[in-house]
């Protein structure tokens, strides 16, 4: 059974940062993603991260901020957060999906539970 486990998320000021922590376990190799939902939004993609780590792809909202990164012999992958703003605030959700996807940004197979991310201003 595949379970992703979500951990790091927190209530922090305009500019602090976080890292997000996700474990991997039931299989051994997944493409691995971010994803986060605002209250009275849709779910929307943040960066995703292939198997071997050698390629990673960003939301654009995101991007120059946040870096994916991998431990593989941990199958677990985090998210560090820079220069938090008030609209990164959401519900962050780990996605895994199957080794081949052919883009970072889904569709992905498997989902965490979600840590909240609050930002205040």
């Known amino acids: 059974q595949v379970q992703l486990v979500e951990s790091g998320g927190g209530l922090v000021q305009a500019g602090d940062s976080l890292r997000l922590s996700c474990a991997a376990s039931g299989r051994t190799v997944f493409t691995l993603g971010w994803f986060r939902q605002a209250p009275g939004k849709e779910r929307e993609f943040v960066a995703g991260?292939?198997?071997?780590?050698?390629?990673?792809d960003y939301a654009d909202s995101v991007k120059g901020r946040f870096t994916i990164s991998k431990h593989i012999a941990k199958n677990t992958v985090y998210l560090q957060m820079n220069n938090l703003k008030p609209e990164d605030t959401a519900v962050y959700y780990c996605?895994?999906?199957?080794?081949?996807?052919?883009?970072?940004?889904?569709?992905?197979?498997?989902w965490g539970q979600g840590t909240q991310v609050t930002v205040s201003s």
């Open positions: 991260i292939r198997p071997s780590g050698g390629e990673t």
């Open positions: 996605a895994g999906g199957l080794p081949l996807m052919g883009s970072l940004r889904g569709p992905y197979n498997y």
